[in-house]
Nanobody
Framework: VQLQASGGGSVQAGGSLRLSCAFS????????LGWFRQAPGKKREFVAT????????TYRDSVKGRFTISRDNAKNTLYLQMNNLGPEDTAVYYC?????????WGQGTLVTVSS
């Protein structure tokens, strides 16, 4: 299984970005998926998750109402729409796939938000 995150970049506070994660090498629709992030000098933290069918999502409190996780099982792609970004959202963002106790990670995409 391979995951390839993209869509990061530099934006000003209040801006938006949409991250994508291309999935290959497995049955995409059978994996629960998530986005995590790691800011400089900090531990990796959970951002959002979505169930295999897309019917259930969870978010960390600080991104609720601003970020939306979604998946397109026909395109084998995971998304993270990020609105109203703030400097605190600056981090490398990673996509993750889980099934039957196995974890797979993408390489990360950098998001930088300036004030």
């Amino acid at each position: 299984v391979q995951l390839q995150a993209s869509g990061g970049g530099s934006v000003q506070a209040g801006g938006s970005l949409r991250l994508s994660c291309a999935f290959s090498g497995g049955a995409f629709s059978s994996y629960a998926l998530g986005w995590f992030r790691q800011a400089p000098g900090k531990k990796r933290e959970f951002v959002a998750t979505i169930s295999w069918g897309g019917g259930s999502t969870t978010y960390r409190d600080s991104v609720k109402g601003r970020f939306t996780i979604s998946r397109d099982n026909a395109k084998n792609t995971l998304y993270l729409q990020m609105n109203n970004l703030g400097p605190e959202d600056t981090a490398v963002y990673y996509c993750e796939g889980r099934r039957w106790g196995a974890d797979y990670w993408g390489q990360g995409t950098l998001v930088t938000v300036s004030s």
